[in-house]
């Protein structure tokens, strides 16, 4: 078996259209279509929205710089990447693997609520008129049902991984993110032709700022920092397998631009038809699984836009969940000197293991909480609030003060570099202290 064991021997994206078609896949995802639109409905709508799109070019761009660059300099994953720079900061790489090992462990079970509902809606198990609430409550709280459909969501992610980065992980994109977006802007253009939709593209384009607030800011900068990948340690993966001659900048560009670009159309695609059938657009995390099939119910041919749009959200969590998989199999793979496939192995069954806590947080385990959270609500609540953007702040403080990366490694021009060299050591770390401590209830 083929051990990669150097940088010489690191893959490579076969173009710049694989590297972007990957690293959408890995941004894209459940925080997109799931998390999205009803953390926007939540937080005011439109003034959420502009929000999120000033702080993804201004804020959330520079660590997305940082690690890509630092991925395409060091030619690592994240551990291998910061022992680089100084032995001494391997812990500092070892905390982003810790935090690709996390996030999957309910992401997955997410995902495997969505393979779920493709069946429902493919085989027509439960009629779609009786699909509710109930549906969902009664399927999560399940003992075996819920762990086996996250587990064919755990064998999917890793089957990419397993078969590598040429043959994997980019077949795997260049495919599906085209058919994403194309199913993406199906159901968006359908639901601009359902009753009252103009009340639902209000809510997202007319911004009301009696609603702007300091919670909606901080709000906004850390689904920006969710949704586009940073803190995971998925862009310093991926920014290692891109040719020395890359432009990073223009790829940063395309991504926050395609990753706002479709954010917008998971809310044209949700809030007209929340609109329409006069449902509650900040109905939380249930809005995709609870609220949503109302809303196929009452559709023409409902039960064909059920399966496509969960089809759709498995597709979203599928990209994202091969990149998190690769973060640590990548990492380990070069540490400890093992093949791809036994490291697929590996990472894959220690997810697994913590996904079965994860998954009877809402049945088995749901009365056991600790500081009044479940199993999944700490994974969560752990990830996002804490290791994220710590992993985030690391990122920044490592790379502009001690890296401090060369010019032409960035741009050619002087001006950009100064102002992202600003940006990057003044201005992002304390923000992003700012959102941490909020996200702590410290503030």
Known sequence: ????????????????????????????????IWRFPYIMGQNGGAVFLLMYIVLSV??????????????????????????????????????????????????????????????????????????????????????????????????????????????????????????????LLFLAITGLFLPNSIEGLKFMFAPDFTKFNFTTVLTALGQALFTMSVGMGCLVTYGSYLKKDSDIIQSSGLLILG???????????????????????????????????????????????GLIFFVLLFFAALTSGISLLEVSIAAILEKFKISRKIATVIMSSIILVFMVPTTWSF?????????????????????????????????????????????????????FYSVFMFLLKFIVPPVLVLLMLFGLDVL
């Open 58 to 183: 201004f804020i959330c761009s520079i660590p997305l710089l940082c690690e890509l660059l630092l991925g395409k300099q060091m030619r690592r994953g994240v551990i291998r990447s910061y022992e680089k720079i100084n032995r001494k900061f391997s812990a500092f790489g070892w905390l982003c693997f810790i935090t690709s090992i996390f996030i999957p462990c309910f992401y997955f079970v997410v995902g495997g609520w969505t393979v779920n509902y493709i069946f429902i809606y493919l085989l027509g198990t439960i009629p779609v008129d009786q699909i509710n609430t109930a549906t969902f409550e009664t399927f999560a709280a399940q003992p075996i049902a819920p762990l086996i459909m996250g587990i064919i969501f755990l064998v999917l992610c890793a089957a990419f991984p397993f078969r590598g980065v040429n043959k994997g992980i980019e077949q795997a994109n260049n495919i599906i993110m085209p058919m994403f977006i194309i199913m």
């Open 363 to 415: 049945g088995l385990l749901n009365g056991y909480k600790l500081l009044g959270k479940t199993f999944f609500e700490i994974m969560d609540f752990t990830a996002s609030n804490v290791l994220l953007p710590l992993n985030t702040i690391i990122l920044c403080v490592v790379v502009g003060w001690i890296l401090k990366p060369k010019m032409e490694l960035l741009t050619k021009n002087e001006k």
């Open 259 to 305: 990753n706002t670009i479709i954010a917008v159309l998971a809310g044209v695609m949700i809030f007209p038809a929340v609109f329409s059938f006069n449902l509650e657009p900040s109905a939380g995390a249930g809005l995709v699984f609870i609220t949503l099939p109302k809303v196929f119910a009452a559709l023409p041919f409902g039960q064909f836009f």
């Open 1 to 32: 078996m083929a051990i990669e064991r150097s940088a010489a021997k690191r893959p490579n994206w076969s173009s710049g259209f694989a590297f972007i078609m990957a690293t959408l896949g890995s941004a894209v995802g459940l925080g997109n």
